[in-house]
């Protein structure tokens, strides 16, 4: 059973785990900087292949990210790809800009419809000034402050 803690109470619901993924460090690693006030795709990205299509992907990530100019948003999508089909998911989540941050982000996928390879790519946007994704230029090897895994649920 899984379940969410809300200010209310607990709720628990009746799921099964059927898949986590988590990503080769490669997936992760490499830092994007941008001055575009328009999403852009970001090297942080990870595959999910369902098990069952009547399954519901659960993303749970936690970015470094970082904008030079004090009084500006960093936004964050996701875009997920599944053959040639390509869409927007979940929310778009913010932070206020000028400091090194973790930004995290929880996004539920609703009924996969399919059981194809699923990837999921984090996209950004924010201005003014410059916005980085990652904690450093050159961090091989390393997970660069950028984390992710994808689970299938199937309720």
């Excluded at 628990?12 to 993924?21: A, F, N």
């Excluded at 948003?73 to 989540?93: E, F, L, M, N, Q």
Aim: proline letters at 5%; one cysteine or more; hydrophobic letters at 35%.
């Amino acid at each position: 059973i899984m379940a969410i803690n809300f200010p209310e109470g607990t709720l628990d619901l009746p799921t099964k785990i059927l898949q986590v993924k988590f990503p080769d460090t490669n997936d992760v690693r490499h830092r994007t900087t941008t001055t575009s006030g328009s999403y852009v795709d970001t090297d942080v990205h990870i595959d999910i292949t369902p098990k069952s299509t009547t399954s519901t992907i659960l993303l749970i990530a936690s970015t470094s990210v970082h904008n030079s100019a004090s009084n500006s948003y960093i936004y964050h999508r996701w875009k997920r790809t599944v053959g040639s089909s390509v869409a927007y998911v979940g929310p778009d989540v913010a932070v206020h800009g000028g400091l090194w941050l973790m930004m995290p982000q929880v996004t539920g996928i609703g009924v996969v419809n399919n059981t194809d390879n699923h990837e999921f790519k984090l996209q950004h946007k924010g201005s003014p000034g410059t916005n980085y994704i990652g904690w450093s230029s050159n961090a091989p090897g390393t997970f660069n402050f950028n984390y992710i895994c994808a689970l299938e649920v199937e309720a």
